[in-house]
Nanobody, 115 residues
Framework: QVQLVESGGGLVQPGGSLRLSCATSRSIFSFNSMGWYRQAPGKERELVARTTIGGKTFYAGSVEGRFIISRDNAKNTVYLQMNSLKREGTDVYCC?????????WGQGTQVTLSS
């Protein structure tokens, strides 16, 4: 069974930074792409950033220039460095891995931005 486990969430002040991690239970090369999504209470889940096996990256316009997605292939881990955080409230950030027609999801890690 494929597992994706996120960590690194927490409480942070506006303007602060956090780094999220997503560890996979199998080789990261088995995924065509890996991405980070977030969801606020009562809202739809949205794609934040994605990286492909070929090294291409995509960012949502709202985070471009502030967030960086990266991967450590040796550790089978994908990271999301979040800088200059400004969206107040609570979001749950989930990691996903796409492998062919299937998409795998982690349980999520909560990020709360509050002054």
């Amino acid at each position: 069974q494929v597992q994706l486990v996120e960590s690194g969430g927490g409480l942070v002040q506006p303007g602060g930074s956090l780094r999220l991690s997503c560890a996979t239970s199998r080789s990261i090369f088995s995924f065509n792409s890996m991405g980070w999504y977030r969801q606020a209470p009562g809202k739809e889940r949205e794609l934040v950033a994605r990286t492909t096996i070929g090294g291409k990256t995509f960012y949502a316009g709202s985070v471009e220039g502030r967030f960086i997605i990266s991967r450590d292939n040796a550790k089978n881990t994908v990271y999301l460095q979040m800088n200059s955080l400004k969206r107040e409230g609570t979001d749950v950030y989930c990691c996903s891995g796409g492998a062919g027609p299937r998409k795998y999801w982690g349980q999520g890690t909560q990020v709360t931005l509050s002054s």
